[in-house]
């Protein structure tokens, strides 16, 4: 913000406009921008179009971060681009927090990526008291009544505490 000696802005930060009384004031979302009044948009937030007016309008997919009128140019985090529409990562990836449209590259928290399957599997359907792993046979944290255990050969599992211990 800039303002001069008699306290009247002539410049406001992102996402403010100059009022008529001089003071900066906060566009209304989902603009981004906006000069001369709240509403008056310049630019959009994501999720939004700029109708080349004064609007924003919402994106007519779910999952859009950009886009036109009709079609999306980019897709926020979970969704991927096909053709000009958002799909949701773990509908075509089941477990998948992370894609692009060829596979899934990060697991939601509780399952690792099988490279060899091109899946996201669970860390407890694989190994016993594990909730957290990196792969099949390295997990990294434990159940409640369960330990993490090293293994000579750096793969780490669970193992049960001794009977009675809710912690060990």
């Known amino acids: 913000m800039v303002c001069n ?13 100059i009022t008529s009384a001089g003071a900066c004031s906060a566009c209304t979302p989902p603009c981004l921008s906006c ?31 950009t886009c036109t009128l009709s079609a999306c140019l980019t897709c926020i985090e979970g969704y991927y681009l096909t053709n000009i529409t958002c799909t949701k990562c773990n509908a075509t990836y089941p477990n998948c927090q992370t894609c ?3 596979n899934c590259s990060i697991c939601f928290s509780g399952f690792y990526y099988d ?9 407890s359907a ?16 434990c159940a409640a009544s369960h330990y ?21």
């Open 35 to 65: 000069m001369t009044a709240a509403t008056t948009c310049l630019s959009c937030h994501p999720g939004y179009y700029f109708d080349g007016n004064v609007s924003c309008l919402p994106c007519s997919s779910n999952g859009c971060a």
């Open 115 to 123: 490279t060899t399957i091109y899946q996201c599997k669970s860390c």
């Open 148 to 168: 993490l255990s090293a293994t000579l050969t750096g793969n780490n599992s669970c193992q049960p505490c001794s009977l009675g211990c809710s912690t060990c």
């Open 100 to 102: 692009n449209s060829t």
């Open 5 to 17: 000696n008699t306290n009247f802005c002539i410049d406001c930060a992102t996402n403010y406009y």
């Open 126 to 141: 694989q190994m016993h008291g594990c909730v957290l792993c990196s792969t099949s046979t390295t997990c990294l944290f």
